[in-house]
């Protein structure tokens, strides 16, 4: 399974990309506003920042929700590094324009997934990654892992090449979750990575080890 972070931080990136696990990053119109990066020349160049930390998979969303506007801005967008995977809202236009970028062999990710219907149509579209949200289906007492399941199914059936990424992932479970389910990728905050790190009986067993090893090393 593939680790994206979720993030335009370019700090939590460095952290994830040290720790040798990142596979990509995926970015959004407020993750990007929380950084405070604004105006069309300083978001190109931060995603070319962020490109130049990680080996691939850079998703720079499109903020136009109209065909010509989405393809006009994701080919700029594309322009910007190789790395950079076009990120296009689920809606009519957005369908179309990806359908556009998978004929021109430019990369897409479909974000703002939450059916399986939705994530069908963009399979057939030819989008590279879906990306359903699974914290935001939580949040609103529906199942986010159950869509996770459908659309591996219904991929499956089919043999679609697009890649289920996991998004809104927001616990350790999730994560844990998607990969038993079989996403092929799920994309979540720095701390939910690092966050695998942890059990109790790792640290317990590990304080023992090093202090058997000091009593040891004290006879
Ligand atoms: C995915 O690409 C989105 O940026 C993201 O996962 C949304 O997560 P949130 O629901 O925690 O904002």
């Known amino acids: ?99 556009y970028f998978s004929d021109k062999g430019i990369r897409t990710n479909c974000t703002l ?26 949040d609103i007492s529906h199942d986010g892992l159950t869509l996770i399941e459908q659309i591996v199914q219904i991929y499956d059936n089919y043999g679609y090449e697009t890649e289920v990424l996991a998004a809104s992932v927001r616990h350790t479970m999730h994560l844990v979750q998607c990969a038993e389910i079989g996403a092929d990728v799920v994309t979540c905050p720095l701390k939910v990575i690092t966050s695998l790190l942890n059990h109790p009986l790792t640290d317990s067993g590990l304080a023992a080890f090093l202090a058997d090893h000091k009593k040891a090393s004290q006879k």
């Open 1 to 99: 399974m593939k680790f994206f972070i979720d993030t335009a931080n370019l700090d939590d990136i460095k952290q994830a990309y040290d720790l040798g696990v990142l596979d990509g990053v995926t970015t959004n119109p407020s993750l990007m506003a929380k950084e405070g990066i604004t105006g069309d020349a300083n978001v190109k160049a931060h995603y070319k920042a962020i490109c130049d930390i990680v080996d691939n998979n850079v998703s720079a969303e499109v903020i136009a929700t109209d065909f010509a506007g989405m393809v006009k801005e994701g080919e700029e967008l594309a322009k910007i590094d190789d790395k950079i995977v076009v990120k296009v809202p689920m809606i009519k236009d957005g369908i179309k324009a990806i359908k």
């Open 113 to 138: 997934v939450f059916s399986a219907g939705q994530a069908l149509l963009a399979a057939k579209a030819g989008a590279s990654y879906v990306s359903p949200f699974i914290g935001r289906l939580d």
